[in-house]
């Protein structure tokens, strides 16, 4: 009976379903051809991807959960009138569902929770042909933390059977850690993973103080957390605003089940409370581990971090 399993549990269970769903959406838009761009601001961009899915992922989470607060990206108009049935899940994750629930998350209830949803992270890089960069996120806050998140790529490929099977789908659960792919330590030098869309003098300055081995420009913060949990990249290092509440709440969620950290690039964590404005005016800083965490906020000099706060 799922309705033994406490409400975090159940949460995240759907939002990996959910997610599931959302990443063929944003597939069928792509071979269907007809992205329907709509420019937000400067390189800010939302497609027919990003307008389909998010009502997927908020007429299914709101339907099952109606007290939970669910904040998305795009505007409100995307998120009204009816939704097609096969849009509609009801399904949760079996293999979530079957967690145990850290002890200080079992009580929790609805009106409690506030569900960050990005439901297509790398637009820029999606309109571009990077498709393995975007990432649907599904981020799951208690008492203005992220608890637990869905980092869905809908253009992972694997074989099974001599058959390709397309996306996959990354889970975290504070105290409980992390499922869906297998994490890898870091790597042995400094290697950092970035913007590639939205660069300036600023993030520029501060890749050049972390004298890294190797600089990656990627799309989204969920692929970038992604490359740090497979070892891919020491640290994530974006000294900018641009990113918003629901860029980073899935992330952090994911990042930390697995002993890692994300704040600002001032070192301070981002707060994910149904009042909170969306954007995260003071960068990312993010790394596998404390530790790396820790030796790259210390690499940033202070000139750099006034000059974001003052922003
Ligand atoms: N200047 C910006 N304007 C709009 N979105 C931004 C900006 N900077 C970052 N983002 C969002 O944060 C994500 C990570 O940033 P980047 O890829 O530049 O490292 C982007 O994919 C984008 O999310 P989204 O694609 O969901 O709109
Ligand atoms: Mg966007
Ligand atoms: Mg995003
Ligand atoms: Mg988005």
Request: overall charge negative.
């Amino acid at each position: 009976m799922t309705s033994n399993v406490p409400l975090v549990v159940r949460v995240l269970a759907s939002s990996v379903a959910v997610a599931n769903r959302a990443g063929k959406i944003v597939r069928d838009v792509m071979s269907k051809g007809e992205l329907g761009i709509i420019v937000k601001g400067k390189n800010d961009y939302q497609t027919e991807a990003d307008r389909s899915a998010q009502r997927c992922i908020i007429a299914s989470l709101a339907a099952q959960f109606p007290k939970v607060n669910i904040i998305g990206e795009e505007d409100g108009s995307t998120n009204e009138g009816e939704v097609a049935s096969d849009w509609l899940i009801t399904e949760a994750d079996k293999e979530v569902l079957s967690l145990e629930c850290p002890v200080n998350l079992q009580s929790v209830k609805e009106e409690d929770i506030v569900v960050w949803v990005d439901p297509l992270d790398g637009t820029a890089e999606y309109t571009q042909g990077f498709l393995e960069h975007v990432t649907v996120l599904i981020g799951i806050s208690v008492n203005e933390k992220p608890v637990a998140g869905v980092i869905h790529q809908p253009y992972y490929k694997t074989m099974l059977n001599g058959e390709k099977i397309m996306g996959r789908t990354i889970w975290g659960l504070q105290e409980v850690g992390v499922g869906g792919f297998t994490p890898a330590p870091p790597p042995d030098s400094l290697i950092i993973t970035t913007t590639r869309s939205h660069s300036n003098p600023l993030v520029e300055k501060a890749l050049q103080v972390m004298d890294a081995a190797e600089i990656l420009r990627v799309g989204g913060a969920g692929y970038k957390v992604l490359q740090l949990l497979e070892g891919k990249a020491s640290v994530y290092v974006f000294a900018s605003p641009g990113c918003k509440k629901w860029d980073t709440c899935a992330p952090e969620a994911v990042l930390s089940a697995a002993g890692g950290q994300l704040t600002d690039m001032l070192g301070d964590f981002y707060k994910y409370g149904k009042a909170e404005l969306y954007p995260n005016k003071t960068g990312v800083l993010a790394a596998v581990s404390k530790e790396l965490h820790n030796y790259a906020l210390k690499k940033i000099p202070q000139e750099l971090k006034d000059a974001l706060a003052n922003k």
